[in-house]
């Protein structure tokens, strides 16, 4: 049985194709793992913010249901009690900028409703936020934020992030911070299509 034998200067250089091979692979993870975890963050970022707008959403509609009509301040949902109309405090951060003051409430009138339907079903225009009829669905409202100042107060049928800029995730068709928002005709509009859902035959 034959033994292959390796000279000192293969070693040498095996040793050091290894090394810059290493090297290369060091370079590399250096510049793309940081770049792809910062992505990563961002995106959970977005997920935690649109997460806690619906969580608003929620708490706008517990308001409605029970004093038939809006909120006109975050503190008045974040102080009610039996029942609670949010989770916990409801001092939430807004995760984009990590500041409990960053978020802005969307008074009724800077939703504009959109032509179009909802999954290929046609749209009826209607009164309330969205477009919508009394049992169908419509589609998600547009935000115009010129209508809806950082300073507004009063009746509030969302809430949106105070940021600005391109973002990773799509809501409501929206691409860019400013545009994000998810309003309680939007939660209304949700649930319908869930519970339309479930009562198709299978």
């Known amino acids: 049985m034959s033994r292959t034998t390796i000279s000192k200067g293969q070693e040498g250089f095996t040793l050091a194709a290894l090394i810059v091979i290493l ?26 913010t649109i997460y806690l707008m619906k969580q608003y959403a929620r708490g706008i509609a517990n308001w409605e249901r029970k004093f038939q009509g809006l909120p006109t301040s975050l503190d008045q949902l974040r102080e009610a009690k039996q029942p609670r109309m949010l989770r916990g405090d409801g001092k939430w951060p807004m995760p984009l900028t990590g500041r409990e003051d960053d978020w802005i409430m969307v008074p009724p009138n800077a939703v504009e409703a959109q032509a179009g339907g909802v ?53 409501n ?24 859902a479930l009562s198709v035959p299978k």
Request: proline share 10%; net charge positive.
């Open 23 to 48: 090297t290369i692979m060091s370079i590399m993870i250096a510049y793309t793992v940081p770049t792809q975890w910062s992505l990563v963050m961002r995106r959970e970022r977005e997920k935690q």
């Open 119 to 171: 999954n290929g079903m046609p749209q009826q225009q209607g009164v309330g936020v969205g477009g919508a009829q009394p049992g169908q669905p419509g589609t998600p409202g547009k935000l115009n934020p010129q209508a809806s100042p950082k300073d507004y107060v009063g009746p509030f049928v969302a809430v949106r992030p105070n940021a600005t800029g391109p973002s990773l995730m799509k809501l």
């Open 173 to 196: 068709g929206a691409e860019d911070y400013s545009q994000w928002v998810y309003t309680l005709q939007d939660l209304k509009n949700e649930i319908q299509m869930q519970q339309m």
